[in-house]
């Protein structure tokens, strides 16, 4: 007999039955967080080197050891190489911080946006966002694996959840806070007159 196992009666047996066990989507998204969030203060811990970087690069400067001039030609380079690089591989965890998405009150822009979209294309289901912790607790907004937490999008650049042949949101009721606040008409990226009807000429670009 094992007497290292638990009897029916410990108490160590109730409280394992007590505690919920999570589903492995949860679990999955527990994981992915915590990674993401270690990303991040791994990116956060290399401003002491950078500092480090910058001090010894100012006191060979000012010691004459190195040209600034020259300095600054190859910092310039080097500098939209490491943009590239950052803007296609670079992963920082983005949350939105806002209150409960259900109990703030709205209003509902009068944008009369079935009129307008042959002029705007829902330009609107095109912007990016962050979601909040809401959101992702709920698990129903998709985000973007690359670029956590970003609302995701699908290769056209609209919102996953904008239906392709409707154009209506198919998450309506748990729709972000920035989805049921937004208005259009005081947007520059989308109209450069609301009123006369003038749509930002860059829209193809958002």
């Known amino acids: 007999m094992d007497t290292s196992a638990p009897l029916p009666n410990d108490p ?9 066990v999570p589903t492995p989507s949860e679990s999955v998204a527990a ?51 490491l943009a590239d690089q950052h803007s296609r591989y670079g992963v920082r965890v983005l949350i939105g911080e806002q209150p409960d998405k259900y109990a703030v009150p709205h209003e509902t822009a009068e944008s009369d946006c079935a009129a307008r979209y042959d002029l705007c294309k829902g330009a609107c289901c095109r912007l990016r966002f962050p979601l909040t912790r809401q959101d992702l607790d709920e698990g129903v907004v998709r985000w973007d694996y690359s670029r956590p937490y970003l609302n995701a999008q699908r290769a056209d650049g609209y919102c996953t959840h904008n239906d392709t042949a409707t154009r209506h ?37 958002l």
């Open 12 to 20: 160590s047996v109730e409280s394992l039955e007590r505690t919920p």
């Open 31 to 81: 994981g992915l967080r915590f990674t993401n969030l270690m990303a991040t203060i791994a990116q956060d811990g290399s401003l002491d080197s950078r500092a480090a970087i910058m001090a010894l690069t100012e006191l060979l400067i000012a010691q004459g050891v190195i040209d600034l001039e020259e300095f600054k030609t190859r910092r310039a380079a080097l500098r939209e190489v």
């Open 169 to 205: 949101c198919t998450i309506y009721a748990q729709r972000p806070t920035v989805c049921r606040h937004f208005d259009c008409r005081s947007d520059p990226r989308i109209w450069v007159d609301f009123a006369a009807r003038i749509p930002n000429p860059t829209l193809a670009q």
